[in-house]
């Protein structure tokens, strides 16, 4: 089970210095499979870190094409969020009864076909899948049409027969209350954008991530649409909570590890547009004051910035 725990670190390091971290555990727990947890999160720890080395050491690509990938990849994973239990209920064929996203009838085809209600042909999630799944695998070229689209959608120049009436995408900061609309195009905006640099810069080099990165993005399709989880019920905003923080923490550390930008450029688009969402609805800003949110969002960015050039500057 100790090679389970050598996943963490990149494959070059595994062959230069696996058996020796495996030879080191057990010297160090004798007849035990598994360290303890210490052990274990210190070693993730040290393989999370290992990785950031390994890609801001790579030459293959400048440190700005990395940071416009990993922002869309984030933007286009946040736009996702609120979808996954629509997602799944339409790639099952699942009828979801009343636990819909901001959908005034439920039903399959024709979609909503009801009192004061658009038919929709398709879940307007399958726009934010198809970009995050084309950034998985480097291919900025697909995921720029579906980020047009979902701009298109929102703006309404594309009309409602085919995604329907979307409504609220859903309510998913920090349980503050601060939902992110489908007509509020900066979010969309801001993922066209960093695609369209993705497709004019040199696309072939960008970094193409394995497909084992599907299976958490299935789990989570699975755990949405089996349970129900709808982005505005408190166990999906906690669960989304909690990996936002855990998204930010790795972004501080990767950051103090590597003295590289690159994770400062998706951390500044994810607040931009969380930032713009509590902006123009303060009226739904009701759990905390809009200045300490504000605070939380603004301060990674100087906080990565400084830790960088610490980093830097110790290193010289």
Same mark, same amino acid.
């Given at each position: ?12 390091? &595994? ?43 790579? /030459?293959? &690509?400048?440190?700005? =094409? ?8 984030? *933007?286009?994973? *946040? ?12 790639? *099952? ?9 901001? $959908?005034?009838?439920?039903?399959? $085809? ?26 998985? &695998? ?12 979902? $701009?298109?959608?929102?703006? %309404? =120049? ?5 995604? %329907? ?6 309510? #998913? ?27 004019? #810069? ?13 299976? /958490? ?10 349970? +129900? ?29 590597? #003295?590289? +930008? ?7 688009? $994810? ?17 905390? /004051? ?27």
């Amino acid at each position: 089970m100790n090679r389970v725990l050598l996943a963490a670190y990149p494959k070059q390091y &595994r062959a230069q210095q696996g058996k020796e971290i495996l030879d080191c555990l057990d010297e160090a727990y004798p007849g035990r499979s598994w360290p303890p947890p210490r052990e274990v999160l210190a070693l993730a720890r040290g393989g999370v870190r290992a990785r950031a080395r390994a890609v801001s050491e790579d /030459p293959a &690509r400048p440190w700005w =094409l990395d940071g416009f990938h990993l922002a869309a990849l984030a *933007l286009a994973a *946040l736009a996702l969020v609120p979808y996954l239990q629509d997602v799944w209920h339409w790639a *099952l064929r699942i009828e979801p009864g009343g636990h819909t996203t901001g $959908f005034e009838h439920p039903g399959w $085809f024709p979609w909503t076909q009801g009192p004061d209600t658009r038919t929709r042909l398709l879940p307007y999630g399958l726009l934010p899948l198809v970009s995050l799944i084309a950034l998985l &695998r480097g291919k900025a070229w697909i995921a720029l049409p579906a980020s047009a689209a979902m $701009f298109c959608v929102g703006s %309404g =120049l594309a009309g409602t027969t085919l995604f %329907g009436d979307e409504g609220v995408v859903g309510i #998913g900061y920090y349980g503050l209350g601060a939902p992110l609309r489908a007509h509020d195009l900066v979010l969309s905006g801001l993922l066209l954008l960093t695609c369209a640099v993705l497709a004019a #810069g040199r696309p072939g080099r960008l970094r193409r991530r394995s497909y084992d990165w599907l299976v /958490p993005l299935a789990g989570a399709l699975f755990v949405a649409g089996s349970l +129900h989880l709808t982005s505005g019920d408190p166990w999906f905003q906690r669960g989304q909570f909690a990996i936002e923080i855990a998204a930010l923490i790795a972004a501080w550390g990767v950051t103090a590890a590597t #003295g590289d +930008h690159r994770w400062l450029v998706p951390v500044a688009a $994810f607040s931009i547009v969380r930032t713009t969402a509590i902006l123009t609805q303060p009226y739904l800003m009701d759990s905390l /004051p809009s200045q300490v949110v504000l605070l939380c969002l603004i301060t990674p960015i100087p906080l990565l910035a400084v830790t960088a050039q610490r980093r830097r500057t110790s290193a010289a």
